[in-house]
């Protein structure tokens, strides 16, 4: 039983946070419409740190906004699952209900396994049985995650083969397919450890459906995903008939190290857009398909998707064989680069940033960033009193705009590349006034920093 969902803000900070956080500015309305969504399920509250800050402090609450369930009153954990309004009330829904739901008749199995998702389905011999004790334990701590059941009746599980204690993995019937297993079966001890890893390792199958709630879990991995108009509610034989052909081919590839993956193109508009330079005509009523890997390596499929499946086949063929040019989103390198302060983009950052005869100070900004605006004329006037060093570049780069190489993953901030530790960038954690960065120069550069007009005292 759920007492709320204190999600917790601050509403001068939060409003701060507004004008400067497009990620702030998505999650209030979203929160709202959840709310609306689940009143009478789940009750969502909010907590105005300004106004509290004795409940805030004794929950630890130390960032905002900061989301947390509570149970029966009690802070129970933090919430970490998806911020748009559909995925609060999908995950909360899921929190509303029992850690795994009881099971006790055939009617009750085949509604539960029909679902969007994947189920877990636990088959034990009676209620003492230490392996659903095991098993309720497991599903207590993954329950946020996936959706557990389990039935002590073990004439349920004859259709599937079950004759003895045994725990079964349903991917959701709308993915059925003849490349894959729709049903398998977990073989080891039921521990939290084991079955965690068993359902991790095969939840999701050989071509799972991209959504905003799962994209966390699947992008950790080299993926190929064809987006186009998914619609597994209105239209799945539709959504189901590129999946296949995407399978076809991928099934040619599946020991190769690529995971694949099919997405409604309608729910990642701003992404395919911002990452791939792909606009939401682009490839017309076809699939078009792209590639990132875990080093945020980026590619896209240029030929059209052919129904035959010979184009992606060939797309595979070429990236296995090291053929296909990355894509990088990059601003124009400029015509004239002679200032104190050199911009850089995507297409340079190789050749400045990288320049094994250069220690490189670069700040990543944004235009919107309301301290970069700020450091602007002293990181300009820093610039200026290391122009005559040949060893070392002050460097700005709209981070925006271009890809951001790996390593460098957190803006606005500043980080420093030493000219024989490229592959060792360091963020800079110190004050911002040009005095500040001198003295971090002068303690990180390879060579003794040559400045102008500024005191030895310094």
């Given at each position: ?275 791939f330079g792909l606009g939401a005509s682009d490839g017309g009523d076809m699939p078009f398909v792209t590639i990132r890997t875990q ?164």
């Amino acid at each position: 039983r759920f007492s709320s969902l204190d999600y917790i803000s601050s509403n001068v900070f939060y409003h701060y946070l507004l004008r400067r956080c497009g990620h702030c500015k998505k999650l209030a309305p979203d929160f709202e419409t959840a709310a609306s969504r689940l009143k009478g399920t789940v009750p969502l509250a909010k907590v105005d740190c300004t106004a509290s800050p004795d409940t805030c402090g004794r929950f630890g609450v130390t960032g905002y906004p900061t989301l947390k369930i509570f149970r029966n009153g009690e802070d129970s954990s933090s919430y970490d699952g998806p911020r748009s309004a559909d995925g609060i009330v999908h995950y909360m829904k899921k929190q509303a209900g029992p850690n795994s739901v009881t099971l006790r008749s055939e009617a009750d199995a085949e509604a539960f396994v029909n679902h969007f998702d994947a189920s877990v389905v636990g088959f034990f011999s009676g209620p003492d049985s230490t392996q659903l004790a095991e098993f309720l334990k497991a599903a207590g701590v993954m329950r946020d995650h996936f959706r557990f059941a389990h039935t002590i009746d073990m004439t349920l599980g004859l259709k599937h083969g079950v004759d003895t204690e045994s725990v079964l993995l349903f991917r959701p019937p709308r993915l059925s397919s003849k490349f894959e297993e729709s049903v398998l079966r977990f073989t080891e001890t039921v521990t939290t450890h084991t079955l965690r890893r068993f359902i991790r390792d095969n939840i999701f199958g050989m071509c799972p459906h991209l959504t905003n709630e799962n994209r966390d879990k699947l992008k950790g991995q080299d993926l190929l995903t064809a987006y186009y108009d998914l619609d597994y509610l209105r239209n799945p034989k539709g959504s189901n008939y590129w999946r296949n052909r995407v399978m076809k081919v991928g099934y040619q590839f599946a020991s190769q190290g690529l995971s694949f993956a099919v997405a409604n193109r309608r729910d990642f508009v701003d992404e395919l857009e911002e990452e791939f330079g792909l606009g939401a005509s682009d490839g017309g009523d076809m699939p078009f398909v792209t590639i990132r890997t875990q080093q945020g390596f980026k590619y896209t499929m240029r030929e059209e998707f052919t129904r035959d499946g010979k184009s992606l086949e060939r797309f595979l063929e070429d990236y296995f064989a090291g053929r296909l040019k990355r894509y990088i989103k990059s601003e124009p390198i400029p015509e004239k680069n002679k200032g104190p302060v050199k911009v850089v983009v995507a297409e340079s950052f190789e050749e400045i940033v990288n320049d094994p005869e250069k220690d490189v100070l670069i700040e990543f900004y944004a235009p919107w960033c309301g301290h970069c605006k700020s450091l602007e004329p002293k990181y300009k006037e820093l610039a200026e009193q290391l122009y005559s060093d040949p060893n070392i570049v002050i460097a700005k780069m709209d981070a925006t705009a271009n890809d951001v190489p790996q390593g460098f993953d957190v803006f606005p901030t500043i980080y420093f590349a030493r000219a024989d530790k490229k592959d060792q960038p360091k963020r800079y954690e110190g004050a911002r006034e040009v005095k500040d960065f001198i003295k971090y120069l002068k303690r990180e550069a390879s060579h003794i920093p040559v400045v102008s007009g500024v005191r030895e005292d310094l």
